[in-house]
């Protein structure tokens, strides 16, 4: 945490943690990878272990600090002492908490005896606030009025949560609602004022604001030829020299240039654009990424076309995102056995054994590194949540609190523009579809 | 070589900050257990719900009806798309989903269907129409999409050995009666491939194994008693109450006495068995179908009324039935002693026996469907009562019909039992529905690959 008068950076290094182990790194790495990823391992275990080592020892400075706010009221004597917990610490903790207090109070010339023998009576109670542990104690030495004290410390998840001094808002805002399962959702910029477009696996439909509410203005009929995989999925994109395609499983629709909005479907195994921006021949050097989807599946097959760099062929994946880097793209894949894929264009470096969200895109905005990476994460069982990452000179870093949904995230997909993404979700009280904009805001 | 560094240090914070919120996954094998053993996989009648409900379940993997329906009643597409009927319910015109194929690469047509249904209602004039399929009826019959949703109107062929080749999502591959069934993804099913490879069932197995079963990882699946299914400890799910469990009368026995059936339904306190014997699962009952399909069981009370009973009985000297149960019911046994109790308690004795003839039997009975007006048929036919009368479709008609049939009829309505059922945590989707069905197509297994 930073010190009050520093603003919050959500890239600075943590000085006395992971410092050392950037370093060790730098001077082990040549020598082997698989050391290397060895010793991140550990150092990541640690880090994760250390913590709860911590968090025992303040439980114990507390209770002493308690003890001698007690015994300050009460003086040398025998005491009743009573203990309820009414906060999310585990029986264990409790049982620490009491010893400690106890400890401490026989240090200070207090000892705890059976009520019948007791001079007074002090009574614990271990609460807390979604930020604190608060404790207080009711003490009452003989016909004295009870006096109170109380001391707090932070909560578990207050010490690592990083929620307070993310530098990044994610904002949600609605869209539209429907029934049918949502496949995408874009606006297009027309004559008369902008359209809301609804794709979905038996339509392509156009909505105008009117009076504050989207009104349909048309729908643009689909009828697959062969049976849409369970889990559809499909991409709207805007194009230049004509509206919009769509891609679906085994599918391809373009859409007339212009008004009255016409669409032309065919089978398809063509491949899909990873990017938003497909303006193929205008950037010859660098064309953009497609892949081709499995027609009777949810996933990518992980043939690239054309590949990045030298990689053409990946395992299976249900979504990418390029993340720029000053010579090249850095591409990141949530591959259907999830596993992470990072690709440069010269290696395919993958780990397994994750449980990585596989739904992810990325968005440009003006905060942090510029290019942050959208990552659904399951909420299970109230409803998914979205997460912005960055993935600065060396770290991957969450830098932003969690985005809660009331259900699974079907769909997660950048616009046009990558400025924002959308996501489609399932709600869990009402079953229908959701399509929300996802927005990033710099938090200072 | 930086480069490279660079990027297994962020795989490996990325890897460790992702929580899991994966798409379905295709592939793997579910496991299943029940507790039926059938000899074929044809439909058992709805007086044995237990292997009524796992038959239904398997049948519901192979084939598809030609309208579902959901727990209002409202009628769903499936191999029908759309339908007509005309002003009494008599006539009625489907029109099909196309390039819905069986199996065995069969066309599901009009005629194909047709010639399905015929086979199983030779009362009715089933045909086809060009792409649409025609059904007439003798009698106008409002409630013919629900009739149609049952489980044994699903649309399946069968081969020379009796297996169902249907167009659901799964085909059988190979069934050894009583023992085990093996289904196999259908990679052309109309509604999509399912995402599980393949579905491996064992029956014969008690509720007590398959509960091991679960907890050792050896099964995925399994049926649980809704006493069990209510924990938080298992990953279960209740239907709602969809089994009538009810004391019937055995024709020409003793128990066709009007006032001693009634001094009896009287006497038994449904409460105490409800919370002590059935752990509070599901709810007492007078009426013969549940509250929640109709709304107004609470005009038939539970209450105990000992005093009315034995009035009742005033002119009865001795009063003495037998009471039979199905040993297969791990609470059957309790619950007949129970009554047997209670009956003692008003003046009549009721003897529990596992053999011999009975004046009255324990039985649990299926509700198949949450259309009442069918509901009300299914049971009264399983319980040996008149088909009910209603003039018309409403709340009030159904309770009319259901309260003639109770003060006329041989039967003691005592609960509304839910079935349940646990599923471990490598099934992900698993959402059974409120009537009970496993839906295990849209089912996906963590560790699928």
């Known amino acids: ?444 | 070589m930086k480069r490279i560094v660079l990027l297994s240090v962020a795989l490996i914070s990325l890897v460790c900050a992702s929580g899991a919120a994966t798409r379905p996954r295709y592939g793997g094998t579910l496991r299943i257990e029940m507790q039926s053993a059938p000899a074929t996989l044809e439909l058992p009648p709805l007086n044995t719900p237990t292997d009524y409900w796992d038959m239904a379940r398997v049948l519901a993997l192979v084939g598809d009806n030609l309208v579902g329906i959901d727990v209002e009643a409202h009628p769903q597409p499936a191999l029908a798309l759309a339908w007509e009927r005309d002003s009494v319910g008599r006539h009625w015109q489907f029109t099909l989903r196309h390039g819905a194929k069986f199996h065995d690469g069969s066309s599901a047509s009009a005629s194909a269907i047709a010639q399905i249904l015929g086979g199983l209602h030779a009362d009715w004039n089933v045909r086809a129409s060009g792409d649409s399929l025609i059904v007439e009826t003798e009698a106008p019959f409002p409630s013919l999409l629900a009739e149609l949703a049952l489980a044994r109107n699903l649309i399946v062929t069968r081969n020379a050995n009796g297996t169902p080749i249907g167009t659901g999502p799964f085909r059988v591959v190979d069934f050894q009666p009583g023992k085990s069934l093996k289904l196999a993804a259908s990679e052309d099913c109309w509604a999509g491939r399912p995402f599980l490879d393949a579905i491996e069932i064992e029956f014969g197995k008690p509720l007590r194994d398959q509960a091991t079963a679960l907890e050792l990882g050896r099964a995925d699946v399994v049926e649980a008693a809704p006493q069990a299914a209510s924990g938080q400890r298992l990953r279960s799910s209740s239907s709602l109450p969809i089994e009538l469990m009810a004391l019937v009368a055995t024709p020409n026995s003793k128990a066709q006495d009007i006032h001693l059936r009634q001094a009896l339904a009287l006497a038994i306190d449904r409460k105490p068995m409800h919370s002590a014997l059935l752990k509070g699962a599901g709810e007492p009952a007078s009426a013969l179908l549940p509250n929640w399909m109709t709304g107004y069981s609470a005009a038939f009370p539970t209450q105990v009324n000992a005093q009315h009973a034995k009035a009742l009985l005033a002119e009865s000297r001795e009063p003495a039935l037998t009471l039979g149960y199905d040993a297969r019911d791990p609470q059957a046994q309790l619950i007949a002693e129970r009554i047997a109790l209670n009956a003692r308690e008003a003046g009549i004795t009721v003897q529990v026996s596992l053999s011999g003839p009975d004046d009255l039997r324990l039985e649990r009975i299926a509700v198949p469907t949450p259309d009442p007006a069918l509901a009300l048929r299914e049971i009264a036919k399983q319980v040996l009562l008149p088909p009910p009368v209603h003039q018309g479709n409403t709340v009030d008609d159904f309770y009319q019909a259901e309260r003639a049939l109770l003060d006329a009829g041989s039967v003691i309505p005592l609960f509304h039992l839910p079935v349940a059922s646990a599923a471990s945590s490598r099934v992900h989707g698993w959402a059974p529905t409120q009537l009970g069905a496993w839906k295990l197509a849209d089912v996906w297994l963590e560790d699928a690959r």
């Open chain 1, 1 to 444: 945490m930073p010190g009050p008068s520093e603003n919050p950076r959500y890239n600075r290094r943590i000085r006395h943690m992971l410092a050392r182990a950037s370093s060790g790194l730098r001077i082990q790495f040549p020598h082997s990878l698989f050391l290397t990823l060895f010793r991140l391992a550990a150092l990541l275990f640690g880090a994760l272990l250390l913590p709860a080592a911590s968090f025992a020892s303040n439980l114990g400075d507390a209770a002493r600090q308690l003890a001698d706010r007690i015994a300050a009221i009460s003086g040398p004597g025998a005491v009743a002492l009573e203990v309820a917990n009414r906060s999310s610490l585990d029986e264990k903790s409790v049982h620490e908490v009491r010893s400690a207090l106890q400890a401490q109070l026989r240090v200070q010339g207090v000892r705890t005896v059976a009520a019948e023998q007791a001079m007074g009576s002090v009574n614990v109670v271990l609460s807390e606030s979604l930020r604190d542990y608060v404790w207080t104690a009711e003490v009452s030495i003989g016909s004295d009025a009870a006096r109170v004290v109380l001391v707090s410390l932070p909560r578990e998840h207050s010490t690592v949560s990083l929620a307070p001094t993310q530098p990044i808002t994610l904002k949600k805002s609605f869209l539209f609602a429907q029934e049918q399962p949502i496949l995408d959702a874009t606006m297009l910029d027309m004559p008369g004022g902008s359209r809301l477009l609804i794709l979905d696996a038996a339509r392509v439909a156009t909505y105008r604001q009117q009076g504050g509410r989207w009104e349909l203005e048309t729908a643009l009929p689909i009828l697959p030829t062969r049976a849409f995989p369970r889990d559809t999925r499909g991409r709207l994109l805007l194009r230049r020299d004509h509206l919009f395609d769509v891609y679906l499983p085994g599918i391809f629709c373009r859409s007339s240039a212009s008004a009255p909005l016409r669409l032309d479907c065919s089978l398809s195994d063509d491949p899909w654009p990873l990017t938003p921006d497909d303006s193929g021949s205008s950037n010859v050097n660098n064309p953009p990424v497609r892949a081709f989807f499995a027609p009777a599946r949810n996933f990518f097959t992980g043939a690239l076309s054309p590949g990045i760099g030298r990689i053409s062929t990946l395992p299976a994946f249900y979504s990418a995102a390029p993340l720029p880097r000053p010579n090249y793209k850095l591409w990141v894949f949530a591959a259907v056995d999830g596993s992470i894929h990072l690709v440069d264009g010269i290696t395919d470096q993958s780990m397994r054994g994750g449980h990585t969200g596989s739904d992810l895109a990325a968005v440009h905005s003006n905060c942090g590194l510029g290019t942050q990476l959208l990552i659904s994460e399951s909420g299970e069982p109230e409803g998914d949540t979205l997460r912005a990452y960055e993935i600065p000179d060396r770290d991957s870093v969450p830098v932003s609190s969690p985005l809660e949904f009331d259900g699974p995230i079907t769909a997660l997909w950048p616009d046009a523009a990558l400025t924002s993404a959308v996501a489609i979700v399932k709600r869990s009280d009402t079953g229908w579809y959701e399509a929300n904009r996802i927005t990033v805001s710099c938090a200072n």
